[in-house]
């Protein structure tokens, strides 16, 4: 076997895209069960790995192609070298990383088609990219996968609500706590037996590329291996940014809004996987958070946050082309341009996690289970738990809960806002 | 281009299965969280809670490609 260089190198990156990819979704599956407190942060980031592992061992099918499509690769198109996609993969880690740092849901498959799609401009031309795909495959999905799974989850939380109102004040709405465990644990679930096997795919097309493996044979068992244990690991580190913007950034998120949402997404998932429609597991995810916020009655959505998530999925693929292209640019000097491509990615994305680690500053990395724990508490459970005296967070250097995307203002919340003052309309909210 | 076809059918199938499955819950949660329970209601709840199981069960199947291929 002959692995050279590139051939390695490759392989480690897929492998790290991978594990940004299971932290980038973790909250897909997870935010709302955090959320509602239907799951504990460690458990729920813990199911949603097993899951997530025993996925990628479920699907046999792997990506014939790295790009689906969007790069005419193949007889009669370009032939995409390895080099391409080291260069294209460091496009989509290095917007991976920037949007987990903003705490912005951003999907992998679209950082990774943009990474290959400017590493193949520069290695092959403008007209090695079929626009057209583009438009079909990404731009057009990205605006009507929010708005189907809105729809979508704004009716499945009116149907909540509307069955279970009763004239007596008193609730069971609790009981959409048990129901959360099941429909986040399915879409755990298909974003293992989906995600890894593009990464087993990307492997495989490298060292079919290199010579190692035979035209047209499968994964080997190691790579469904690696890949399998790469995802599983990067859930488990759960990227708690993007499970704070999912399950309180947005909107305020009670059990039966999670349980719809989580209802909405794993129906419109399928759906769209099994009817010949891809969509995005993060923007439907998004969108059925939203059409769950609008369900209820009182609540109060962050259009502002809802506004950048957005634009993110827009500058998705343009930015993490624009990074994939001047990796490939330097990626044709030679071995000289790998290394010093490889490099510049270890210590750009060193620098951003540092940046993580310095924001929420004096925090080891075991609180931040607890921040993520604290931080998605409703106002009010957060003020009853507050009178009890049993949540001194957020302390000095703890983010504070609902945190917006744009604190421009430093995240060190002086103790005792975590209490909002109580709020006249919250009488005529639905409760639960 | 794109297939509008088969995005109207991914949205109408989204939006009608989640709607079962969440007002089958919603339903079960009311029946057998009312006051005055009777067996009837008792098992009319727990058949909804049952249905919605075959739901996640029948999603699993979906997910599983060795399942239904």
New interface residues.
Partial sequence: MDLTLIVVLVIALALFFDFTNGFHDTANAMATPIATGAMKPKVAVTVAAILNLV?AF????VAKTVSGGIIREGDGGVQISPEMIFAGLIGAVVWNMITWLRGLPSSSSHALFGGLIGAAVVGAGVSSVDF?VV??KVI?PAL?APL??G???Y???R??YT??R?R?D?S??G??RY?QV??SS?VA??HG?NDAQKTMGVITLTLIASGALGAGSGPPLWVVVVCAFAIALGTYTGGWRIIQTMGGGLTEVKPTQG??AE??T???V???S????A?STTQVASGSIIGAGLGRRGSKIQWSTAGKIVAAWFITLPASAAVGAVAALIATLGTAGLVVDALVGVVVIGGIFLLSRRRPHEQGAAMEVDVAATSVLSRRRARRLEKKGRVDTPAAGVEAPFVRLDEAVPTVAPSGTLAAPARSEEKKEDDR | MIDWSAFVVVALVSLFSAAALVSLYSLGLRLVTVDDRSTARTVAGVACFVLCGLGVLYGIYLIVPALHR
């Fill in positions: 996925g479920l699907s046999t099918e057209s438009l079909s057009l009507l189907i799974a729809l979508v989850g009716t499945a939380t149907l909540a069955i279970t009763r007596d008193k069971e709405r009981g959409f129901g099941f429909t399915l679930l298909a037996t349980f719809a209802a909405s794993t129906a419109t399928l759906a769209s099994h009817l010949g429609f969509l």
